[in-house]
């Protein structure tokens, strides 16, 4: 633990730099918040009495004298047998709360067995040397998967006593061979499930159903384990937990370790050109932020460029921010000019490579003996030229670095002064964990979150209560999605014939979704069961999102740069888009659909392409509704067509539109679960919306609550969708549609309808807080809209969603908040 002298030290320190940052003009009018977490001292409790002596003075010897409240209430629920979850911060010790009982148990009885499920192979290994360090010689402890050599599987079913794997090994490996496992299933008395908060969308969806098929295996063993979760900081951890082992779930959240002081700023770079007389940035590199999300290449991107003679502007000569990697870059050049230890994060290889670049090129001008001491860290480098950075950032010689993920980083990576978020990752808890990198337990740390040009940033950095308060975001999935139910259900039934019993199990659809197997021909209902009617095993891919995905190879070397998912692919590897990939630059030369397969060839052309396209969406069934006066909302099953007709070439630099081209591409269907809301023409009126005015208030409405959604449950605004329109079909109402973008629906629309009034709250007060005349990024345009964000009426929208709101939530004050889960 840190020593006092030290913190108070630092904290000044930090906090002189910030205020010294808060008091440069050129940023004072940008931090819109500056939260000062104060410290907190640890609670600890006794050692339980049932805790193995061998194994408590190893945790002693490691440095644990005691544990901490939660530790002690989670491993004493788990011991009595009930089903816990432990959800509290980065580095409160979540380790010890499950490894007290679970060590303790296999020391105690020895038959006894415990499995460890990890989302990666690389957790699970972490976990096995940190038990391993333990040296408790009771416990057989290995990890079992893609990587186990096949004797050593052999070891591992027989004799290891602690099974340290991850869902799709369960899943792919051990499930489907319980039999050879039936003395591991006998003794299961734990499962561990690590890091449960990143078991979310469809993938959640699956590893819930992978959970229900190993309980399901257990009980034909005779063992019931107690289930033991961990997670991250989020909202309702007992509603998640539940839903993903399907039992209750106790909850344990209050964080009791110590914590040191930390100032937190909000901060929003400035709209470009809007201060008279301000001058740009000499260090400002160039904007185009370049997103890694898996399987979309985000294709937009405003060009900024040091000097620019003309004043950048978006899409339809919106006003655009200045990109949150520019104001990263000054800020961390100027916090290693002060001596402050930074780590800057940001969201895309490209950009590691681009802040650490522009900020040693600011420092070249400053102080120049300096600017050695930056360097970018991100995955994709060697293993040697990453131990090499982290042991130069922790003796102090590097002074800062720009980093992609806080888990990429070695795990001793702490003990920083300061941490710089470029752009919202996505989630709180990932947010937390970045800036926890920032000082040593008990030491004063500052962080600062830079806004992103999106509705969900800019939402962020004027709603501290948000960042601040108690988290809104929960890890959402549905496990009764019928396109994932299904390819489980014939996995169980390969395992173990199914019976009605285990039907409980599965959740009220499973008994439709078995007959339908029957009927296809892929069960067979006998006297004693359903059965598995194939040879083969079912094929089923968790980490998958349906469809095959398209391969991108490299038209001259046959190379594979990656893949896309089947359902994204028409927007992103069309012919004639522009690809990137780990920041270099490729033209789409071809798209066969047929064989799934994008040819691209490497170029660098100075714009980028936008796709267009046409989407429909009909109304199947609403399965829940509100009705209110004028106004209607719907949680329900819609089938959504879209067809990419063409795409657009932009400049990078400016955003100018040089062409458009059209595209052959055939139309795709999507069944899947959405919530809408209708309103009454009268509704229109009474706000004072003239007719023409209609369309472009629902759309900019709608694309709004698209960016918003993701405050509220764990999701992406690429993994929803929306429709808007002045008259719909199906409803004879003015309407928008906001869909969960996966077949069968991932749980995100769902918790949109539940927490409707905060979200469109969150949503009204976004588009009226952003400073720009008539819609930017910031607010109502969206970078995969399909229409060239047009038509958009942002102060319509406005009084669309507060006429909305009094409808729906007349007393606000009375009503939840977005911070009062
Ligand atoms: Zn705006
Ligand atoms: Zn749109």
Known sequence: MGSSAATERDVARARSVLSRLALDGRRAANITHVEHVPARGGRTAAWPDWADE????????????????????????????????????????????????VLSRLLGEPGARAVYLAPTKALAHDQLRAVRSLRLTGVRASTYDGDTPGPEREWVRAHATLVLTNPDMLHRG??????????????????????????????????????RRLRRVCARYGARPVFILASATVADPGMSASRLTGVDVEVVDTDTSPRGPLDFALYEPPLLGARAGRREHPLAPPSLEVGDRAGVGEQTGVGERAGAVSTPRGENDAPVRRAATAESADLLADLVTEGVRTLVFVRSRRAAEIVAAAARRGLDEVAPELAARVAAYRAGYLA??????????????????????????????????????????????????????????????????????????????????????????????????????????????????????????????????????????????RPTGWFWTQRQRPDVDIRGAGGSPVRIVEAGTGRLLGTVDAATSHSTVHQGAVYLHQGATFVVAELDLEDS??????????????????TDISIVESTRSARFADVEIHLGTVEVTSQVVGFQRRRLATGEIL????????????????????????????????????????????????????????????DIGGVSTALHPDTGRTSVFVYDGHAGGAGFAERGFLRVASWLRATRDAVAACECPAGCPSCVQSPKCGNGNEPLAKAAAVRLLDSVLTAVDPDPAKAPKPREE
């Not at 209430?73 to 011991?79: K, V, Y």
């Not at 499962?191 to 819930?208: N, Q, T």
């Not at 002074?399 to 990752?425: H, K, M, Q, R, Y």
């Open 54 to 101: 061998v194994l408590v003075g190893r945790l002693r010897a490691a440095g644990i004298d005691q544990p901490w409240v939660h530790q002690a209430q989670t491993a004493q629920a788990a011991h009595e047998g009930r089903d816990v979850v432990l959800a509290t911060g980065t580095a409160s010790g979540k380790s010890v709360g499950y490894l007290l009982p």
């Open 174 to 211: 051990i499930l489907p061979a319980h039999r050879r496992w039936s003395s591991f299933f006998r003794g299961l008395r734990y499962v561990v499930i690590d890091e449960c908060h990143g078991y979310r969308g469809v993938f959640g969806a699956h590893v819930a159903l992978v959970l």
């Open 384 to 525: 040697e030229e990453r131990r090499d950075l982290e042991s130069r950032l922790r003796t102090g010689e590097l002074l800062g670095v720009a980093a992609t993920s806080a888990l990429e980083l070695g795990v001793d990576i702490s003990g920083l002064d300061a941490t710089v978020i470029a752009g919202f990752p996505g989630t709180l808890a990932s947010l937390w964990q970045q800036a926890g990198r920032a000082g040593r337990a008990g030491q004063g740390a500052l962080a600062v979150l830079v806004a992103r040009d999106d509705p969900l940033d800019t939402y962020l950095v004027h709603h501290p209560a948000t960042v601040f308060g108690r988290p809104v975001e929960a890890s959402v999935f549905d496990p009764d999605n019928p396109y994932v139910l299904m390819p489980h259900l014939e996995c169980a039934a390969s395992e173990l014939p199914l019976t009605d019993e285990d039907l409980v199990l599965f959740g009220t659809g499973a008994r439709a979704a078995v007959d339908d197997l029957v009927r296809r021909g892929r069960l067979r209902r």
């Open 597 to 614: 397969v994008a040819f691209v060839e490497a170029a660098s052309p100075d714009w980028t392409t936008v796709a267009r396209e046409h």
């Open 659 to 718: 062409g458009q081209e059209p595209l052959d591409l055939p139309p795709r269907q999507l069944r899947t679960r959405a919530v809408w809301y209708t309103v009454t023409a009268e509704l229109l009126a009474a706000a004072g919306i003239e007719p023409a005015d209609v369309p472009g208030a629902v759309h900019a409405a709608e694309h709004a609550a698209i960016g918003l959604l993701p405050l509220f449950a764990t999701c992406d605004r690429w």
